[in-house]
């Protein structure tokens, strides 16, 4: 199957600093979802982004599916941004929508 | 909130027995997905369903059966539960079998 590798697989960051999240996939994909997971468990949505680039506030993403990789960008970042990050792929060659997880990267942000 | 209901919220269970955790899908969504999360595993797919019938399956145990009913709510049965079914248990749902996934708050399942 389809292999998603994230790193780095640990972050600490000074409040207020940037940080870059890498996911790395090994075959054609055709759906790429970044989630955050919070303290609490809870996976929330960050970006849908099978290519291209998109932002959302402090948070942007972008997809090189040519070279099978995708990229999320933290800027200024705050306590609450502490979780872990959750890159997840669908592949082409899949049967259905099923999601194969990479291992997340957890950041701590240090106020 | 993202729209997906999962209840319980946490669940603690004796070993051997049964449970039957429930998700209901945003409104609108046909297709619905289970997954599981542990700490050794990381977070793995079990099964989808979309309108009723089963779209794919993943690595799903064999004590473990879903059903997606008429009202495109699902429910995850585990059986003859072990300590290494505890888990983190995610439920999600997409509009249609493929595209964007939303997922439930999760339930916590503890057996001991």
Request: with cysteine; charged share 15%; aromatic share 10%.
């Given at each position: 199957?389809?292999?998603?590798?994230?790193?780095?697989?640990?972050?600490?960051?000074?409040?207020?600093?940037?940080?870059?999240?890498?996911?790395?996939?090994?075959?054609?994909?055709?759906?790429?979802?970044?989630?955050?997971?919070?303290?609490?468990?809870?996976?929330?949505?960050?970006?849908?982004?099978?290519?291209?680039?998109?932002?959302?506030?402090?948070?942007?993403?972008?997809?090189?599916?040519?070279?099978?990789?995708?990229?999320?960008?933290?800027?200024?970042?705050?306590?609450?941004?502490?979780?872990?990050?959750?890159?997840?792929?669908?592949?082409?060659?899949?049967?259905?929508?099923?999601?194969?997880?990479?291992?997340?990267?957890?950041?701590?942000?240090?106020? | 909130?993202?729209?997906?209901?999962?209840?319980?919220?946490?669940?603690?269970?004796?070993?051997?027995?049964?449970?039957?955790?429930?998700?209901?899908?945003?409104?609108?969504?046909?297709?619905?997905?289970?997954?599981?999360?542990?700490?050794?595993?990381?977070?793995?797919?079990?099964?989808?369903?979309?309108?009723?019938?089963e779209r794919a399956k993943g690595n799903i145990l064999e004590r473990f059966s879903a059903q997606q009913f008429p009202d495109l709510h699902s429910e995850l049965n585990l059986s003859s539960l072990e300590l290494g079914d505890s888990a983190l248990y995610f439920c999600a749902s997409s509009p249609t079998g493929r595209g964007e996934a939303f997922f439930g708050q999760g339930t916590r399942l503890t057996v001991v």
């Open positions: 199957g389809i292999q998603v590798e994230q790193s780095p697989p640990d972050l600490i960051l000074q409040e207020g600093a940037n940080s870059t999240l890498r996911c790395n996939f090994s075959d054609s994909v055709n759906n790429l979802q970044w989630f955050h997971q919070n303290p609490w468990g809870q996976l929330i949505n960050l970006f849908y982004i099978p290519s291209g680039t998109k932002q959302n506030g402090r948070l942007s993403a972008t997809t090189v599916a040519t070279e099978r990789y995708s990229l999320l960008y933290i800027s200024s970042s705050q306590t609450t941004d502490s979780g872990v990050y959750f890159c997840a792929v669908v592949m082409i060659k899949a049967a259905g929508n099923k999601l194969t997880f990479g291992g997340g990267t957890r950041v701590l942000v240090k106020p | 909130d993202s729209g997906v209901t999962q209840t319980p919220k946490h669940l603690i269970t004796a070993t051997g027995q049964r449970v039957t955790l429930r998700c209901s899908p945003r409104s609108g969504d046909l297709s619905v997905y289970w997954y599981q999360q542990s700490l050794d595993q990381g977070l793995q797919f079990l099964i989808q369903y979309y309108n009723g019938e």
